[in-house]
């Protein structure tokens, strides 16, 4: 299997994109996580076509002209996994949903925690917007572990005004 990847210098960080024959395969947003898949994958290809286009997207999301990307996906994980990540796919630009709301949505309600350990292995951050799910509260729960200043930057770009400590009212 071949692998291609792109840097963006994106708002939120650097965004490492990589991508196979197939599709898109993973957005690592932090340093150590792409050290360590670079250790295991040495053989990266620099600036494939699709990671091209892939920085195109995001590069227009970032700044406001796209709401949804268009994009060849590659993703790896069990049935459950990839039906919560479906249904993230299907959450509106500048809409928030809990976990318990995500759970409902794939048939499984009592699958809250998860649908949040499903979230946090989303290796497609952005693309697959698991950014749009909130605590039932409407906290800001965890992001890519525990980074949720992430989290609020991408609600806050698509027009959601949110405040950590702050509970909201879920969209729904």
């Given at each position: 299997m071949s692998l291609g990847f792109a840097v963006y210098q994106s708002p939120v960080g650097t965004l490492r994109i990589i991508?196979?024959?197939?599709?898109l395969k993973?957005?690592?947003l932090f340093e150590e996580d792409w050290v360590k898949f670079l250790e295991e994958n040495p053989d990266l290809q620099e600036d494939t076509a699709l990671c091209q286009e892939a920085v195109r997207q995001l590069d227009e999301y970032f700044s406001g002209q796209r709401r949804d990307f268009d994009l060849p996906l590659s993703v790896e994980g069990t049935e459950f996994r990839r039906k919560v990540w479906d249904a993230l796919l299907r959450i509106p630009y500048g809409e928030v949903r809990s976990y318990?709301?995500?759970a409902e949505t794939i048939g499984n309600p009592k699958a809250v925690r998860a649908v949040g350990q499903a979230n946090r292995a989303n290796q497609l951050p952005i693309i697959i917007p698991c950014h749009r799910v909130i605590g039932k509260g409407g906290s800001l729960t965890g992001y890519a572990g525990s980074n949720t200043p992430i989290k609020q930057?991408?609600?806050e770009l698509e027009g959601r005004k949110m405040k950590e400590e702050a509970p909201h009212k879920v969209m729904l």
């Open positions: 991508a196979d024959e197939t599709g993973r957005i690592e318990a709301d995500v930057q991408l609600l």
